[in-house]
């Protein structure tokens, strides 16, 4: 089985290859991912010896360069992590969120269309459903929740989810979508809440708060939804969405002062800062399709996945070190500059 994994140098996509190379001996991955500021080859060097595996560097958005890699790699299966992710900088500049998140999921569609595929899995989220009232604690979201994006990343999103939703139903590609809810654990950019937390708190830097801190986000360990992608692709139903979350609910603030009591540090470190515009107040998954039909259910609590992912930023420093310094672009630079394609 060959695999092409999209924005494999990302923060999920980087967890799902670990994953697979563990999981299937016999499967070749290749990752096909542009390297923005946001991939690592650092995260990927772990495997970067493992003949099952590949990296070619590359555009989902620049139709010759994904042609290629389908001629080259005949991949029976593709699984799309790449995007740009962060909602903070699509309000910033939506632009680059519709090139890479719209455009490209279109360009990798007609290539899947071109070449043949047994699969293409988009990796979406329940950002795209919008938000749920704090005060409606038994309202969540089904795979029927109409779209509802709030932010240009949330927007281009479900304008992918369509576009691979239409491919399906007009030209009978078999494709599968899963809906995952906030994910966290190693490897995350330190841009994002959680490692952005760890960090500053470990550094008794001030943790700047959104708001009151109220907004509600459903927190799943990344080696469960990786599990959850896994038995979508093996067992899932071609033309489905499947909606993954753990029910774990928890208060912005509730788990920046859990980050503050691991590590034995004073909760005076958090600063209440200008709200987001536009910020979604809550976000929660009802997985019980994925839970039913394919079996799923989460094995990670949040409680032990927290500890687990503070004590990985504690123990991989130079990780995250390296990328605040801007360092892993150097390292790219140094280990990768004569081999946009590793172990091919
Ligand atoms: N992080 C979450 O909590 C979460 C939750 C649900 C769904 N998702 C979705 O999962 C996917 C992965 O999220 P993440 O948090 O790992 O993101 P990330 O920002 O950590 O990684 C994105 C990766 O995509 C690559 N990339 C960006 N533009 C590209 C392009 N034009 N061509 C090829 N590669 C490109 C980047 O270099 C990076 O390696 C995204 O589609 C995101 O919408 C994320």
């Known amino acids: 089985m060959k695999v092409i994994v999209t924005g494999g140098a990302g923060f999920i996509g980087g967890n799902f290859i670990h994953y697979m190379l563990e999981n299937y001996k016999d499967y070749e991955i290749c990752c096909f991912d542009f390297l923005t500021y946001a991939g690592n080859v650092e995260?990927?060097?772990?495997?970067?010896?493992?003949?099952?595996?590949?990296?070619?560097?590359?555009?989902?958005?620049?139709?010759?360069?994904?042609?290629?890699?389908?001629?080259?790699?005949k991949p029976d299966v593709v699984v799309n992590f790449a995007a740009e992710s962060h909602v903070d900088r699509s309000i910033l500049d939506p632009g680059i969120f519709l090139r890479t998140n719209v455009i490209g999921t279109g360009v990798l569609l007609d290539a899947c269309r071109k070449y043949g595929i047994d699969r293409f899995h988009q990796v979406s989220t329940d950002e795209?459903?919008?938000?749920?009232?704090?005060d409606r604690p038994d309202l969540f979201f089904t795979e029927t929740t109409p779209l509802h994006a709030s932010s240009p990343y949330s927007a281009s999103k479900a304008s992918a989810d369509l576009l691979v939703q239409a491919y399906y139903r007009t030209y009978n590609l078999p494709?599968?979508?899963?809906?995952?809810?906030?994910?966290?654990?190693?490897?995350?950019?330190?841009?994002?809440?959680?490692?952005?937390?760890?960090?500053?708190?470990?550094?008794?830097?001030?943790?700047?708060?959104?708001?009151?801190?109220s907004n509600v986000r459903d927190w799943?360990?990344?080696?469960?939804?990786?599990?959850?992608?896994?038995?979508?692709?093996?067992?899932?139903?071609?033309?489905?969405v499947y909606n993954v979350g753990g029910h774990n609910e928890r208060s912005n603030i509730e788990v920046v002062k859990q980050i503050l009591r691991h590590l034995?540090?004073?909760?005076?470190?958090?600063?209440?800062?200008?709200d987001r515009p536009g910020h979604d107040r809550r976000y929660a998954i009802d997985p019980t399709k994925i839970t039913t039909e394919l079996g799923w259910t989460p094995k990670t609590g949040f409680d032990e996945g927290i500890a687990q992912t503070i004590n990985w930023y504690l123990d991989n420093e130079d990780w995250t070190d390296h990328i605040l310094s801007g360092d892993y672009q150097r390292y790219y630079e140094e280990n990768y500059k004569n081999r946009a394609q590793i172990n091919k």
């Not at 990296?55 to 989902?60: K, P, S």
């Open 264 to 274: 034995g540090k004073d909760e005076s470190l958090i600063e209440y800062v200008a």
């Open 128 to 134: 795209v459903y919008g938000d749920l009232p704090i």
């Open 220 to 240: 799943l360990y990344v080696k469960d939804h990786c599990e959850a992608i896994d038995l979508i692709l093996h067992k899932g139903k071609v033309g489905e």
């Open 43 to 73: 995260t990927l060097a772990p495997i970067k010896d493992n003949k099952n595996f590949s990296l070619v560097v590359g555009d989902i958005a620049d139709r010759d360069a994904v042609y290629s890699l389908f001629e080259e790699q």
């Open 175 to 213: 494709v599968t979508l899963s809906r995952c809810s906030n994910n966290y654990g190693p490897y995350h950019f330190p841009e994002k809440m959680i490692p952005l937390m760890i960090q500053r708190a470990k550094n008794n830097q001030s943790l700047p708060v959104y708001g009151d801190g």
